[in-house]
């Protein structure tokens, strides 16, 4: 059984999109792994509830369902986290956990302790995910992915232990939403770049071409309305001002950004034309809703973007509202 884990206000929609019925519970169990879940902060492949009422009881578990199952000489990662509770105790709990299972490796598996890593780096084929979520003090959900489960499954299961970003701050942005395209350059281990070329569809007041221009890309902002006035004396900044659903670049450009105020179906077309017509490299493009009841319109990029992209990723940013975001690579 796989468990997968939404945001408290996204249990229903993730239910819906699983086909399971939805409780009070953030854990969905589903059967098969799905390959994208758009409403789903993680996946927990292969999961398994654990009882373990002690610290080394947590670290003895955890121990006996990894030996075996990772390589010795290949880099995996832990996530271990407390999904009960508000205070101190549950993050204390888990580091004294993770102590534990230290000392366990150190005695009777020094490579398994070497090729632990930290960090939040995108899954490479080598890598190994275990994560082990304590639902309470003595109960949990423990899972193992060995390698290249995780980097083949990335567009599923996030590198950020329990799928959490905390979106990033820049008072100097024209809005917040530059967050979100930080946080899928995080997610797809690829940032913009000087001297990429990059249309941003929907650009007004800037933040999104903001990000762009630090990084020192070259844009071509499309809205109906100007973008700050800073942003548009910068020289590496065009403005086209009109109907961002009639606007193609002469040639490819590295990446597509659009975060139009739009119908979802308009924006799912927009993508779908984008990458039939082979006209970016990159992209990221917001789907925004009104309430939960198109959110079924997601299956149409599922059903046919992957066959555009090398990699291809359809999800809900810690930094979105009420919308999903599709990004990837097509080469
Ligand atoms: C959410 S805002 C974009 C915010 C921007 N990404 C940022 O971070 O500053 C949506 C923008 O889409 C623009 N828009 C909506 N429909 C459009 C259309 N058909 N053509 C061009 N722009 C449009 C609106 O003018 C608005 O500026």
Known sequence: MHTLLADPELIEPLARELGVPAGTSPWLTCDPLPEFAAFARQALPESQSVHAASINGWADAILSAIVGLLPDHQPWRLHLWPAYGEGRAGAHRCELVRNALAERLK???????????????????????????????????????????????????????????????????????????????????????????????????????????????????????????????????????????????????????????????RSIDLLLDWLRAGLMRRFLVTVKFKGSDEYGLLDQLKGQAPGFCSDFRLTRLCANKNEVSAFGRVD
């Open 107 to 265: 005695k009777r598996r020094r490579a398994l302790l070497r090729s632990l890593e930290d960090g939040t780096a995108p899954f490479t084929p080598a890598t190994s995910l275990v994560q082990v979520a304590l639902t309470a003090p003595d109960t949990g959900l423990l899972s193992v992915c060995a390698a290249p489960g995780p980097h083949a499954r990335r567009a599923l299961l996030s590198a950020f232990p329990a799928g959490e970003i905390l979106p990033a701050v820049d008072k100097q942005a024209p809005s917040r939403a530059f967050a979100k395209v930080v946080e899928a350059e995080l997610r797809l281990g690829e940032r913009l770049q000087g001297g990429q070329s990059c249309v941003d569809l929907g650009a007004s007041p800037g933040s999104w071409s903001y990000v762009a221009l630090q990084r020192g890309a070259r844009v071509t902002a499309v809205d109906r309305s100007p973008l700050r006035s800073d942003l548009m004396r910068n020289p590496r900044l065009r403005f086209h001002q009109g109907d961002a659903f009639k606007f193609r670049p002469e040639t490819p450009v590295d990446w597509l950004l659009c975060d139009i105020i739009a119908a979802p179906q």
